[in-house]
T-cell receptor, first 113, second 110 residues
Framework: DAGVTQSPTHLIKTRGQQVTLRCSPK?????VSWYQQALGQGPQFIFQ???????QRGNFPDRFSGHQFPNYSSELNVNALLLGDSALYLC????????????FGSGTRLTVV | QQPVQSPQAVILREGEDAVINCSSS?????VHWYRQKHGEAPVFLMI?????EQKGHEKISASFNEKKQQSSLYLTASQLSYSGTYFC???????????FGTGTQLKVEL
């Protein structure tokens, strides 16, 4: 049973550029959440998608946007990259049932230079 | 409103026990616990729900005090494989997002 798949695993971008990260949820899961994790810190919530709609958003600027497709996969887009956007970006999938845990992907390590 | 975990770090000898605490300033619907090893994805350990329901790995135990908005994770007879950073994640009653705590680094040595 495949878990959560994220691509790419590593990425180096220049300030001002745009980036798209991709996530395929665990089979059977319908909800995708995106997190940003800085080194040595806990994951910070970016947003959550269900039924192709953004359900809730964390304290991130509009430069961060997302999308969920009919097959439940998701993309995270970041525009006008800043050095401070360098982090591990984690995708977590779950069921819309809030009584279930999350399954995380291994993440995309984004470095902005 | 990030949950606060304690201790920040702990070192154990194999076989020893440990307790990791998670405290929130707001009313909670559920508490999650995850373990993350260096360079890897967080792995789900347990979820504790308002009302007493719990789901998770058999060898992991935890408690959830709804009135105090606190949860504790109990690691008994620790093994080398328990090493990693433990995060609690909390969810309020009206929201969908899971807010992660500050993390507790656990190292188990021989």
């Amino acid at each position: 049973d495949a878990g959560v798949t994220q691509s790419p695993t590593h990425l180096i971008k220049t300030r001002g550029q745009q980036v798209t990260l991709r996530c395929s949820p665990k089979s059977g899961h319908d909800t995708v959440s995106w997190y940003q994790q800085a080194l040595g810190q806990g994951p910070q919530f970016i947003f959550q998608y269900y039924e192709e709609e953004e359900r809730q958003r964390g304290n991130f600027p509009d430069r961060f946007s997302g999308h969920q497709f009919p097959n439940y996969s998701s993309e995270l887009n970041v525009n006008a990259l800043l050095l401070g956007d360098s982090a591990l970006y984690l995708c977590a999938s779950s069921l819309v049932d809030r009584r279930q845990g999350y399954t995380f992907g291994s993440g995309t390590r984004l470095t902005v230079v | 409103q990030q949950p606060v975990q304690s201790p920040q770090a702990v070192i154990l000898r194999e076989g020893e026990d440990a307790v990791i605490n998670c405290s929130s300033s707001k009313a909670l619907y559920s508490v999650h616990w995850y373990r993350q090893k260096h360079g890897e994805a967080p792995v789900f350990l347990m979820i504790l729900l308002k009302g007493g329901e719990q789901k998770g790995h058999e060898k992991i135990s935890a408690s959830f005090n709804e009135k105090k908005q606190q949860s504790s994770l109990y690691l008994t007879a620790s093994q080398l494989s328990y090493s990693g950073t433990y995060f609690c994640g909390t969810r309020g009653g009206g929201g969908n997002k899971l807010t992660f705590g500050t993390g507790t680094q656990l190292k188990v040595e021989l």
